[in-house]
């Protein structure tokens, strides 16, 4: 079975700093996305950032970036130029692309708390 | 933009009884998904449902669950008998190929 990995439970920053937010994953799939999930106090699920196994070149999404390691199974997401609203959960999430469909659903980490201080 | 729509936001219920989550996914998409969030703890996938049945279903998508499309746009999950341990967010999402997952806003449940 897949696992995701945050290791961080708890990450802070200074406003408009750069942090990275770690995730690890475990898989015996060569096809598969991963997803990085932002959840606020609100509770809504927000697609922060996805990746595409093949794909070699990082995703990129204005100051959110990933370090997609496919060798080393690891998936981080840096944040750039913090902001107060960065403020939440984050959750990385994997899926299995077999067959090209999305039968299959996420798995997702444990999360990682991100503080932003003023 | 295109938003997944779930209702109620929050539902009381009694141990027992029998509670209807509903979601209105986005109208091009193909799957369909529930997931649940109990407070503090990751996000754990229930079910996905394509083309009018269920394509896979975890470990806690028992004899308690269903899932139904009774029209062309609603998506409900039903829990029949509640537990205190069924008190969660449950969470809709629908997916197009191509493009992430949409997620809803959410329903917390309290099963008291």
């Known amino acids: 079975a897949q696992t995701v990995t945050q290791s961080q439970p708890e990450m802070s920053v200074q406003e408009a700093e750069t942090v990275t937010l770690s995730c690890t994953y475990d898989?015996?799939?060569?096809?598969?996305?991963l997803f990085w999930y932002k959840q606020p106090p609100s509770r809504q699920m927000i697609l922060v950032i996805r990746?595409?196994?093949?794909?070699?070149q990082n995703a990129t999404e204005n100051r959110f970036s990933v370090n997609f390691q496919k060798a080393a199974k690891s998936f981080s997401l840096k944040i750039s130029d913090s902001q107060l609203g960065d403020a939440a959960m984050y959750f990385c999430?994997?899926?299995?692309?077999?067959?090209?469909?999305?039968?299959?659903?996420?798995?997702f980490g444990k999360g990682t708390h991100l503080i932003i201080q003023p | 933009e295109p938003e997944v729509t779930q209702t109620p936001s929050h539902q009381v219920t009694q141990m027992g009884q029998e509670v209807i989550l509903r979601c209105v996914p986005i109208?091009?998409?193909?799957?369909f998904y529930w997931y649940r969030q109990i407070l503090g703890q990751k996000v754990e996938f229930l079910v996905s449902?394509?083309?009018?049945?269920?394509?896979?279903k975890s470990e806690i998508f028992d004899d308690q669950f269903s899932v139904e499309r009774p029209d062309g746009s609603n998506f409900t999950l039903k829990i029949r008998s509640t537990k205190l341990e069924d008190s969660a967010m449950y969470f809709c999402?629908?997916?197009?190929?191509?493009?992430?997952?949409?997620f809803g806003s959410g329903t917390r449940l309290t099963v008291v």
């Open positions: 999402a629908s997916l197009t190929q191509g493009d992430g997952y949409t």
């Open positions: 999430a994997y899926r299995a692309g077999r067959s090209g469909g999305g039968a299959d659903g996420l798995t």
């Open positions: 990746q595409e196994a093949y794909k070699q």
């Open positions: 109208s091009n998409h193909l799957y």
């Open positions: 898989t015996s799939e060569s096809d598969y996305y």
């Open positions: 449902f394509y083309n009018n049945e269920i394509s896979e």
